[in-house]
């Protein structure tokens, strides 16, 4: 089947046989077994008609934001339903890239201002890799930011793997004392970080649905 494919998350549309562009179409898409990936945010109406009778399988394009098609080229092409829903979440768009995006100066470029406890909040859920989380545990809270965003940058190994979104396991409802009124990611960090949820026990105001006894922590060696 030859179709046109507007996506923010190529991953589902991925296979073996495959050529991965940037910014413009630089080959051709007339092999009928390969499928063609543009990442880019200006493919037009337009490109959509004029590419779409040399397509042979799929051409698939990722974009961050869909454009304005004409009625011609909406029949022409598919459009993802994660894309029609306007994902805006940057944290987890940068996720995705962290884990699937081979070009690291790429995740680089798009690694602004998320917030680093929700950041590693999704990381947590979708990466495994036991010496990046070391390599994280070693400048976390002791080094300058910029040494912890090189750790997650340059210390994830890109795969194809799907990207999850983190289940929340946390039933904490009351915020406790410890935290400060503008604290936005408290359920979060009191999940993910031991360290944090023992220091509310130690304050002595424990919230209802929140266990009692100290967790004991696992130190990597």
Known sequence: MSIIIFTNDETPFRSDNEIIMHGMIDSIPTLKETTYILHSNKFSSDDVIIWSPLIQNKLVIVTEKLPKLSKKAKELCVIDDNLKKKDNNETFMLVRGMVNWEDRNRVKAFYKDQPTALLLWFLKANVSDIEMWRRVAKVLYFLPEKYLKASLVY???????????????????????????????????????????????????????????????????
């Open 155 to 221: 210390g994830i190994k890109p795969s194809r793997k799907r990207v999850e979104w983190p289940k929340k396991k946390v039933t904490v409802k009351e915020k406790p004392e410890l935290f400060r009124r503008t604290d936005k990611h408290w359920e979060i960090l009191l999940e993910n970080s031991i360290t944090v949820a023992n220091k509310v026990r130690d304050n002595g105001n424990i919230p209802k649905g929140m266990r009692k006894t100290k967790q004991r922590q696992h130190k990597w060696i």
